[in-house]
């Protein structure tokens, strides 16, 4: 076996992490899917399915920020732990398309995205860092913040309570829905910019405000190289 990949293969090992073993899901749901066409099945092995990969995702983009920096780290994380909401909205919204403006399939697949960014959004706002303030605090009596990401992260999310308010309070004040539409459109190309202007102030131009000092998780040196953790996150 290559050397190279010793690192890629040590992660999927079963040995080294029993969650591994639910990787048989995949052939599984592959075979549901595309042989038997039991989209029951193929639905509930996705399920089984999705679980290592999104620890094995979580493992990859560690191991990035050992070798660049947190904050890489966790833009990494954050853009590939919402994969499964990205891939829905888009497949939803390539599906209204195709069935038109005025379908009730349309409407369906837009409810479905609605919901799905709603949840995302509740989950990791709530559940998400909930479970990192409990269980912070069960461990440690005193906790600490980086107030400068605090603060950025804190304007961002302000930014994008109100992009969606604004609309929503249009709407039922009676506006027009083409108004709406337009409003709701050039809401979304702000936050788009905003997020992107965060990211340049983040990772470039102030990055050593959000650089973290010492070792955040016990886990000092690398366990793969770049090449590996990079090809088992794609």
């Not at 005025?102 to 559940?127: H, K, P, R, Y």
Request: include cysteine.
């Amino acid at each position: 076996m290559s050397e190279a990949y010793q690192g890629l293969i040590k992660a999927i090992n079963p040995k080294e992490s029993k969650l591994n073993f639910l990787l048989l899901a995949i052939p599984v749901c592959c075979y549901f899917a595309y042989v038997s066409k039991d989209e029951t099945s193929a639905f509930f092995t996705s399920m089984v399915a999705i679980m290592p990969l999104a620890f094995l995702m979580g493992h990859a983009t560690e191991e990035i920020a050992l070798r660049t920096s947190d904050s890489i780290g966790g833009l990494l994380n954050a853009t590939f732990g919402n994969a499964a909401e990205i891939i829905i909205c888009v497949l939803a919204l390539r599906t209204a398309y195709k069935a038109g403006a005025d379908s009730e399939t349309a409407e369906v697949m837009i409810n479905i995205v609605q919901a799905s960014l709603i949840g995302s959004i509740l989950g990791n706002l709530l559940l998400v860092l909930g479970l990192s303030l409990l269980w912070g605090g069960l461990n440690h009596q005193k906790q600490t913040f980086n107030q400068p990401a605090l603060s950025m992260n804190g304007s961002l999310l302000l930014l994008a309570v109100l992009a969606m308010l604004i609309p929503a309070a249009v709407d039922i004040g009676g506006g027009a829905s083409n108004s709406i539409l337009q409003l709701s459109r050039y809401a979304s190309l702000v936050l788009l910019v905003m997020y992107g202007l965060a990211l340049l102030f983040q990772l470039k131009t102030h990055s050593h405000i959000f650089a973290t000092e010492g070792p955040s998780d016990g886990h000092d040196e690398p366990s793969m190289t770049n090449k590996d953790a990079w090809t088992l996150l794609i």
